[in-house]
């Protein structure tokens, strides 16, 4: 997971976005849907306010080739 705040965020409101990665084998923290595709392993799964983060987000698929 990545994190992004924006000046006088306090990290956990709408101007920081988290940023979920895939997971190759789904260990570790924080994986959520995002495991299991070592194709996609370290790409973007999801992008989300820090507000939102926990509740519903957008998942970005790869398309498999």
């Known amino acids: 997971m990545i994190t992004e705040s924006a000046p006088l965020s306090n990290g956990t409101d709408g101007g920081t976005t988290v940023h979920r990665l895939w997971s ?17 392993a370290d790409l973007t799964c999801s992008n989300a306010t820090a507000e939102t983060s926990s509740a519903g987000t957008a998942t970005i698929e790869a398309e498999d080739s």
């Open 24 to 40: 190759a084998t789904g260990t570790g923290t924080d994986t959520g849907t995002c495991k299991g595709r070592p194709e996609w």
